[in-house]
């Protein structure tokens, strides 16, 4: 249990992003995309889980302080660093490998998108701005890799909403870092003295609008009408207001915004809107194409 909770096992839910391209163009019941691209996704979970083990090393002596992270393997000391650091690097051979043999432009965006997380963890996440920034690049670099697996040109429509979504998710999980450094005097990372909570619920406002409008824009756009012939998708708007107002409750009520994966698995509440939205996109997308055969 505790080698899975080093190389964060869970948090490999996040490269199902991986599938978006593949979901949204139809084809994720093409039988040899799908195995390809599960394929792929496996290898990059194994470079990210190198990520993180780099990323607790770097972080080890703020994570300490931290009420949830001091209880990971490397914080706690229950696997020294030595020993993450080459079960890391055997998973990040092993994944680049896999990448290497399976597709070569994922592979190059595999590497970019190391590269750029290793920077992170040394120095972009003192950055202000910056560091959350850097965490929404990595989220469309994984939707970037769906697209060349699958072999499908991603309209910028999915790029700014994938953008916007894990720039809502990453600012929100911020302001628990400056809630605790300005309610509770804990400092959890370096760059929390740069924010205050009055800034960061502004930045929060300003993603969540943008975020709704462009979503809404979207589902109502030309193109959008001609890729799935109907306009239907204008129903699934009111799970996105719903979930956008619920994730603001767990953030600005109950101030439990910093785990977005341990919300998703615990709060039913968004898993049920989750579900619904998932629903009644893939009825749309998929129904019309078995009638349409």
Partial sequence: M?????????????NLFIFMPLFFSSELLNPDKFILTLFVSLGFSFVTSFVYIINDIFDVEFDKNHPDKKNRPIPSGIISIRKSLLIGLFLFILGITALWFLSLNSFLLTIFYFILNVLYSYKLKHV???????????????ILIGGVIGEIELSQWIIVMVFLLSLFLAVTKRRDDVYQFEIEDKINRKVVDKYTIEFMDKIITIVSSVLIVSYLLFITSEDVAKRYSTNSLLVTFIFVLIGVFRYNQITYVYNKSGSPLKILFKDRFLQIILFCWMLIFFIIIYLNQFINE
């Avoid at 080698?3 to 996040?14: D, P, Q, T």
């Avoid at 920034?133 to 994984?142: A, E, L, T, W």
């Fill in 2 to 14: 505790k080698y899975l909770k080093l190389i964060r096992l869970n948090n490999w839910v996040k």
């Fill in 128 to 142: 202000p701005i910056i560091d959350f920034v850097v965490i929404s690049i990595g989220f469309v670099i994984r």
